[in-house]
């Protein structure tokens, strides 16, 4: 039985037999996955030495050999595929051939607490050099390159003592490597042929340096040249880069994006979250600009519209910035604009608004060199109908708004569908599965554009702050914009956050502030799910983590504007102080 040849830009389907290996494990409950190897364009054979596990007849046009034995190397001929740890020297072939420590452990939720911090700069020893020896040597030079045995992924000391980790080729050089990742220390590769993992994907400039056999001297001067600024940066950068590696679960996912890459193939679309709206949404009550009959028009961004360049023009930046790799992202929040001139050419179809002497024309309009555009306002609520209802009332008629979802998280009544306020944009109620401030940040399969608002259900609006919040987004779609800052600093042990009193903040909490759709995918589901657990522990946070997740991809930080108003909780003394989160817990 063979498995099917998938046209390019086509769906990758992978068929995984069965084997007692993390990594196999973790393969066949990747997304691509199939149980069906007639609807399979690639198989996966998974090798242990010179011997295969599993065996038949195979189109080797479509096939991946996977070698679990990191002792013995297996060689592949023609149009086949391989991973393994170690290739005959000249034989690896990069087009085809992955270098990669497949003797990876299961994914352990709890592994980031032995994780070492990539701070501070300075570290007990200078350099260490890796080999398979046995035995330990120092020298009383603080500067010395001291030598370390490493081998079976275990070394005979502590290499988070040490600042630059020295590596030569060797049968055990891949899990070497991935130990001095793990242990923040800098690899310093003694070649400049040995293969790297992923090395056609993952830039390894950013986090290894590669020098040949020069003496230790010369080495040592051209190290202690590095400031310590690119050294914090080179560990931060080597954190990405091995949880692309470190665990079964990782390797996976990294694995078969490659796959996808070589093979001109498309992983599956990034999951939209299918829900079901509790009541059928409301009609537009037709009075869009203060009582005029004008039709309102509600624009959908388009989705999978660069679904070719993802994996061309935007594979770098998704491959080095720890985006994930799991599905083939619906939108980007990295897509380029179109060139200045553009607006004044009719297939642009942009509005153009500069210039003109029409004062309601120009606030309402977007301006920027990209096509319209609307926004989605999310709301998670929990026993404010009120409040819920105070704002619905403000946000009518607010312009470039798309649709409102409110997520009930009260899973114990439901709303009800006859008294909420009907506005020019339909509202949709979202009945939650389970009481999570998590839920705010879900990418609900009913949000239809790039751009969300989310706003507190104790929150004041007027349309002036969303147009202009929206505006602001439309310049940095790669940045949270919100209206409420918190900052955090360090004094000696004790740490400190709380309302910023200056110009400086660390970050924007989840009241009212708009960010790009693919963020809300990424908290969901490629955020560490250990994060996501201390939320829902202490039911708080969620904006906190939002914020380290996004900063952490783009390395940005957030964006404030200017409140105009405060909260609607403030203003009504009857309301309900019960809630998701209540004033004080922020």
């Not at 196999?24 to 007639?38: F, I």
């Not at 799991?326 to 060139?339: G, I, M, N, S």
């Not at 002036?464 to 914009?481: G, H, P, T």
Request: aromatic fraction near 10%.
């Amino acid at each position: 039985m063979t498995s099917v040849v998938c046209p390019p830009l086509s769906t990758l389907k992978v068929y995984v037999p069965r084997h007692d290996h993390p990594l196999a494990k973790a393969l066949s409950l990747h997304p691509a996955a199939t149980t069906d190897q007639r609807d399979a364009c690639l198989d996966i054979e998974f090798a242990d030495g010179d011997k295969s596990v599993y065996s038949r007849s195979r189109n080797v046009s479509n096939l991946l050999i996977i070698n679990l034995d990191p002792s013995r190397a297996v060689t592949a001929e023609g149009a086949v595929m391989l991973a393994q740890d170690n290739y005959e020297k000249g034989a690896f072939r990069s087009s085809l051939e992955f270098a990669v420590h497949t003797s990876v452990a299961e994914f352990d939720i709890d592994g980031w607490k032995s994780e070492p911090s990539i701070l501070p700069v300075s570290r007990e020893n200078f350099a260490v050099y890796l080999t398979t020896a046995s035995g330990r040597t120092d020298n009383s030079s603080s500067r010395a390159i001291h030598t370390v045995s490493c081998s079976g992924g275990k070394c005979e000391a502590n290499l988070t003592h040490y600042s630059f980790c020295l590596i030569s080729p060797s049968e055990h050089f891949q899990s070497n490597l991935l130990l001095v990742l793990r242990s923040g220390c800098i690899p310093i590769v003694l070649s400049r042929t040995q293969p790297l993992p992923f090395q056609d994907h993952l830039d390894w400039r950013m986090v290894a340096l590669r020098y040949p056999a020069l003496s230790l001297e010369v080495l040592l001067e051209k190290l202690e040249m590095i400031p310590k600024e690119d050294i914090l940066e080179m560990r931060r950068r080597g954190i990405i880069f091995r949880r692309r590696l470190d665990n079964a679960h990782a390797l996976a996912r990294t694995l078969l994006a490659a796959v996808a890459e070589v093979l001109q193939l498309q992983l599956p679309a990034a999951p939209l979250l299918p829900t079901r709206p509790l009541f059928h949404h409301f009609e537009s009550n037709g009075t869009y600009l203060e009582g005029t009959r004008k039709e309102y028009r509600r624009i959908a961004s388009p989705l999978n519209r660069h679904l070719m360049a993802t994996t061309e023009q935007y594979s770098y930046d998704r491959w080095n910035s720890g985006r994930d790799l799991t599905f083939t992202p619906r939108v980007l929040y990295d897509a380029v604009d179109l060139p200045a001139e553009a607006e004044y050419y009719a297939d642009s179809e942009i509005v153009r608004t500069a210039g003109s002497r029409n004062r309601q024309v120009f606030g309402r309009g977007l301006g920027l060199n990209r096509e319209p555009e609307q926004f989605t306002v999310v709301m998670m609520t929990y026993n404010r109908d009120d409040g819920v209802r105070e704002i619905i009332h403000r946000l009518n008629n607010c312009p470039h708004m798309n649709k409102m979802i409110i997520v009930w998280n009260n899973i114990g009544r439901l709303p009800g569908g006859n008294d909420w306020p009907k506005i020019h944009v339909p509202i949709e109620f979202i009945r939650s599965e389970r009481n999570s401030v998590n839920n705010r940040f879900l990418p609900f399969d009913r949000i239809e554009t790039e751009a969300i608002f989310f706003i507190d259900d104790d929150m004041d609006v007027v349309h002036e702050e969303l147009v202009y919040a929206f505006k602001v987004w439309r310049q940095n779609r790669d940045r949270i914009v919100g209206f409420f800052d918190r900052y955090h600093s360090w004094s000696g042990e004790t740490s400190k956050y709380g309302k910023a009193r200056s110009c400086e903040y660390s970050m924007m909490i989840g009241a009212f502030l708009v960010a790009h759709k693919e963020f809300f995918y990424e908290y969901s589901y490629n955020m560490h799910p250990a994060i996501r657990a201390m939320v829902d522990e202490v039911t708080n946070c969620d904006d906190l983590a939002f914020n380290y997740h996004v900063s952490h991809l783009t390395r940005k930080p957030p964006m404030k504007v200017q409140k105009l108003v405060g909260n609607w909780l403030s203003q009504v003394k009857a309301m309900p102080s019960i809630g998701v989160c209540v004033p004080g817990m922020h």
